[in-house]
């Protein structure tokens, strides 16, 4: 469960820094702790990843494992 949303966490702070993190949270209402634990679907992820992507000026695709 919320295993990409976590990777998406990670991937925000590496990049863009806890600023972006945080903007992320705001923007989307659910922390990083709470991402981990929640069931993700493709639409949820999707809209993370457009924001990340927003917010880091980079493409995720190429930065997420996901998992099998």
Known sequence: MGEVLKQIYEIVERKAG???RIK???RTGIS???AALVGEDDEMIRGFKMLASELTGISLDDHLRYPK
Request: no cysteine; aromatic share 0%.
């Open 18 to 20: 806890l600023k972006a």
């Open 32 to 34: 990083k702790e709470k």
């Open 24 to 26: 992320l949270v705001e």
